[in-house]
């Protein structure tokens, strides 16, 4: 259906769950090797895309981490940053909160302004020249211990008015929420709002420690808390915010066929579920391809498709006023 597509572009939203890293393309991946004078495992861009092909999460971040490779200078988080803006614009993100993780860079030489002052620039571009404002989350690996997070944080704090909140990515499995709680309690004590992984792989269980003892302002994925009656509740009740990437989901084999996804089922429960890429280049599509899938999987309504849109407005960092405003917006269209 052209129409819903068109509608789902037209419609304004925010993107609240994005890693940049996860935006790396191929074409632009084989340009900066070429251009840092780096050789790579692939001969061509055909390659790169077969191998964007796994089975699970652990092989997804075997060649995510091998791909950060190739970014090595201020001008390459730019272009990097910069790339993922200009899907933006084309798909009517208005506002995004993407986050980076410093330690798959520092722990390889590269230093952390480089990093941050690259992605900062791109992000301050795009508020002037596309009209997308952004917020930027510091993500800790939780496959590292809690002590390399507190290092990255220290690092980070000279550049406090470059980040809004701070987040947990990487293996859920094996490394559940309580492993950073300090961490966590430290940057809140610092003024930064707070997000996590959690409920993606891992259980429920680890949705509840992650809002308990982390203490975070949204969850990123959290579809398994549909396994919990109790939990899902507790999210309606307290309109805790789902930051949800059906591509990625199916691509990881969270959920076998998209057609089994039950993001519609939580947001017709009152839960507020949000749609995002997460790693858009390695799972098939930008924010845009998510919602489409939804339409074309589980027959989303244009009804469902303006709540998912208000939804990502709400779950966002953005002002009041700011949020009301864009809302009016969506439900114009």
Not at 25 to 32: R, W
Not at 169 to 174: A, K, N, Q, W
Request: proline share 5%; with cysteine.
């Amino acid at each position: 259906m052209k129409n819903m597509t068109d509608f789902i572009t037209q419609l304004p939203k925010a993107e609240l769950h994005l890693h940049l890293e996860g935006s790396l393309e191929p074409e632009l991946m084989l340009k900066l090797a070429q251009r840092n004078k780096l050789s790579l495992p692939y001969d061509d861009i055909a390659a790169i895309k077969a191998a964007y092909e796994f089975g699970n999460l652990q092989d997804f971040l075997d060649i995510y981490y091998q791909g950060a490779n190739v970014l090595q200078t201020e001008q390459d988080f730019f272009d990097l940053t910069w790339g993922y803006l200009l899907r933006c614009k084309e798909q009517g993100v208005v506002h995004t909160e993407p986050c980076f993780d410093p330690q798959t860079h520092t722990d390889r030489g590269i230093p952390f302004q480089v990093v941050i002052n690259g992605i900062s620039s791109a992000l301050k571009q795009a508020q002037t020249q596309l009209g997308i404002s952004s917020y930027l989350i510091l993500s800790f690996l939780r496959h590292l211990p809690e002590e390399a997070a507190f290092e990255t944080l220290e690092m980070a704090l000279p550049y406090r008015d470059q980040f809004i909140a701070v987040g947990l990515d990487s293996s859920e499995m094996g490394h559940p929420p309580e492993k950073f709680q300090r961490v966590f309690a430290k940057a809140r004590a610092e003024g930064f709002k707070a997000v996590a992984h959690a409920g993606e792989e891992g259980p429920p269980e680890y949705v509840w420690s992650t809002l308990d003892l982390l203490n975070v302002d949204r969850i990123d994925h959290g579809v398994r808390a549909y396994e919990d009656a109790e939990l899902m509740q507790r999210l309606i009740d307290e309109q805790v915010p789902l930051t949800v990437c059906p591509l990625s989901n199916t691509r990881l084999k969270v959920f076998t066929d998209m057609a089994d996804h039950t993001i519609l089922k939580m947001l017709e429960q009152g839960v507020m579920v949000t749609v995002n890429s997460d790693d858009p280049a390695y799972f098939g599509g930008y924010v845009a391809e998510n919602y489409q899938a939804l339409y074309e999987s589980l027959e989303m309504t244009p009804a469902q498709l303006q709540q998912l849109a208000i939804n990502s407005i709400k779950a966002s960092f953005l002002p009041q006023d700011t949020k009301n405003s864009i809302i009016l917006q969506i439900e114009s269209v």
